[in-house]
């Protein structure tokens, strides 16, 4: 079965650049999309078919992917950015299911 | 304003049954596919369901399969999903989604409910 693997954890301070990585067989040939999750709240989608960002999301979240690794990167992190990130694909080995990474937990130092 | 809002949550013993249920408002609810996802206590999101927009072809994870229904009321703009002989494991916050795309499956999920909460315990 396709699997998602993420980073448990990623830290940064205030101001840098975070990068969240998402693992996957052939991942770069699938439509990656990302999720932020905030304690006690549903999540929201940050980015969309790899790179495209929804509307009332800031320019400094984006998204890439090559290979076997997609990539969220949020620049000039703030402290409000702090929350759980998810990517997810629609499975390509079934076709019938979505596959969710594990989740990283971005902290802000 | 797109919303969602779930309902139908609460407690239930081991091998009971409990139907959730997902109003949406502020689209046109017969075009879209919709999911459900759930989250345990402390966990990662894991995918439950989908349904398409005509309410056929519908998925469903293997931990779930032949005990959960996902269905649609296209006249009332409801979502459901039906649940029975629940486990201990199925206890986590539910939440219904939206598809961003209209008659799509597989994309990104662009509105999500508040979630509510299913605890299946003795």
């Known amino acids: 079965s396709y699997v998602l693997t993420q980073p448990p954890s990623v830290s940064v301070a205030p101001g840098q650049t975070a990068k969240i990585t998402c693992g996957g067989n052939n991942i770069g040939n699938e439509r990656v999309h990302w999720y932020q999750q905030k304690p006690g709240q549903a999540p929201v989608l940050v980015v969309s078919d790899d790179s495209d960002r929804p509307s009332g999301i800031p320019e400094r979240f984006s998204g890439s992917g090559s290979g076997n690794t997609a990539t969220l990167t949020i620049t000039r992190v703030e402290a409000g950015d702090e929350a759980d990130y998810y990517c997810h694909v629609w499975d390509p080995t079934t076709d019938h299911r979505v596959i969710f990474g594990g989740g990283t937990m971005l902290s802000v130092l | 304003q797109v919303r969602l809002v779930e309902s139908g949550g609460g407690v239930v013993q081991p091998g009971g049954s409990l139907r959730l249920s997902c109003a949406a408002s502020g689209f046109t609810f017969r075009h879209y596919g919709f999911h459900w996802v759930r989250q345990a206590p402390g966990k990662g999101l894991e995918w439950v369901t989908f349904i398409r927009y005509d309410g056929n072809n519908n998925t469903y994870a293997e931990s779930v399969k032949g005990r959960f229904t996902i269905s649609r009321d296209n006249s009332k703009n409801t979502l459901y999903l039906q649940m029975v002989s629940l486990r201990a494991e199925d206890t986590a916050i539910y939440y219904c989604?939206?598809?961003?795309?209209?008659?799509?499956?597989?994309?990104?999920?662009?509105?999500w409910g508040q979630g509510t909460m299913v605890t299946v315990s003795s």
């Open positions: 989604a939206k598809e961003l795309i209209r008659l799509s499956r597989g994309g990104p999920l662009d509105t």
